[in-house]
């Protein structure tokens, strides 16, 4: 069983930078597409990014490419999500989640396991 946990939230102004964590006690995340979602206030959980199993590609939203990267530490066994350039529209709860073969990473129903997110709230 993958258990997830989220970290580094919290409030910052406009422009500022933030580096959420993920991290896992229950396997290898190396083994897993490692996603990154985010659900603000009165809308629906979308996809920010992904990092795909066994390697370090990625794929990102159009709305924070070139702003968030994602990347992980297979020694500490977690993943990152720094955020640079924040911008009050990326204020959500952000979530981490992991599949062993998604066909489709960018669709939330394609991961079993899940975080319990973390809040990151950006003021102007």
């Known amino acids: 069983q993958v258990q997830l946990v989220e970290s580094g939230g919290g409030p910052v102004q406009a422009g500022a930078s933030l580096r959420l964590s993920c991290a896992t006690s229950g396997g290898s995340l190396r083994r897993y597409n490692v996603g990154w979602f985010r659900q603000a206030p009165g809308k629906e959980r979308a996809f920010v990014g992904v990092?795909?199993?066994?390697?370090?590609?990625?794929h990102y939203a159009e709305s924070v490419k070139g702003r968030f990267t994602i990347s992980r530490d297979n020694a500490k066994n977690t993943v990152y999500l720094q955020m640079n350039n924040l911008k009050p529209g990326d204020t959500a709860v952000y979530f981490c989640?992991?599949?062993?073969?998604?066909?489709?990473?960018?669709?939330?129903?394609?991961?079993?396991?899940w975080g319990q997110g973390t809040q990151v709230t950006v003021s102007s």
């Open positions: 990092i795909f199993r066994g390697s370090d590609n990625t």
């Open positions: 989640a992991a599949d062993p073969g998604a066909w489709d990473p960018v669709l939330e129903s394609e991961y079993d396991y």
